[in-house]
């Protein structure tokens, strides 16, 4: 079984730009989250998906970010503009009883 | 809101000798889950063992085991035998039951274990 995918791994943006991310959950996963962790804390929720619907979004600086999950299955997630306090890694996980990862997108602005 | 402490933020371990990483968590709901995840230096989150909170039984996967008391909130992760492949970040995560509908995880801000060879 594949697990959850993501791209790109890394990316390095300067502030004011915006970045992009992808995520593809594991097959016949209805459920798709993202999570954002910062250096030396525990991730926490950005956004969650149930199909193509949102479930919880009120962690999300809707200023700035912007998450679509258009048919269900693969999703985006927006930075625009970036600024330097979002550098973090930005998690993918999909799953309802338990909830499995992938590998993630180191984000770095500068 | 639920929340996620784990209140070592770093640990050692010999190999082959057993360690306890403690994590304690808030909640007002009575039917939930407890897990703890591994996150090697690669940055893979990845599933170490998972207990519901309706059993009574401590859930055991092979060299880790956890010790969960509901009514004192604390769910401690002891691994045995330790291994130089055990050397990582340990993040422990409460989720809500899904008849909740809104089953994000949240975590404690992990310990770092570090295993001695």
């Known amino acids: 079984e594949a697990g959850v995918a993501q791209s790109p791994r890394y990316k390095i943006i300067e502030k004011r730009q915006s970045v992009a991310f992808w995520c593809n959950p594991i097959s016949g996963h209805a459920t798709l989250y993202w999570y954002q962790q910062i250096l030396g804390q525990g991730p926490k929720l950005l956004i969650q998906?149930?199909?193509?619907?949102?479930?919880?979004d009120s962690q999300l600086p809707k200023d700035r970010f912007s998450a679509e999950r258009l048919k269900g299955v693969d999703s985006t997630l927006k930075i625009q503009p970036a600024k330097l306090e979002d550098s973090a890694v930005y998690l993918c996980?999909?799953?309802?009883?338990?909830?499995?990862f992938g590998p993630g997108t180191r984000l770095l602005v500068l | 809101a639920q929340t996620v402490t784990q209140s070592q933020p770093e640990m050692s371990v010999q190999e082959a000798e057993t360690v306890t990483l403690s994590c304690t968590y808030d909640?007002?709901?009575?039917?939930?889950?407890l897990f703890w995840y591994k996150q090697p230096p690669s940055r893979q989150m990845i599933l170490v063992i998972r207990?519901?909170?309706?059993?009574?039984q401590n859930a055991t996967e092979n060299r880790f085991s956890v010790n969960f008391q509901k009514a004192a909130k604390s769910f401690s992760l002891k691994i045995s035998d330790s291994q130089l492949g055990d050397a990582a970040m340990y993040f422990c995560a409460y989720r809500s039951p899904a008849y909740s509908g809104n089953t994000p995880l949240v975590f404690g801000k992990g310990t770092r274990l570090s295993v001695i060879a």
């Open positions: 996980a999909s799953g309802l009883g338990t909830q499995y």
């Open positions: 998906f149930q199909n193509n619907g949102v479930v919880d």
């Open positions: 909640t007002s709901e009575s039917d939930y889950y």
């Open positions: 207990q519901e909170a309706y059993k009574q």
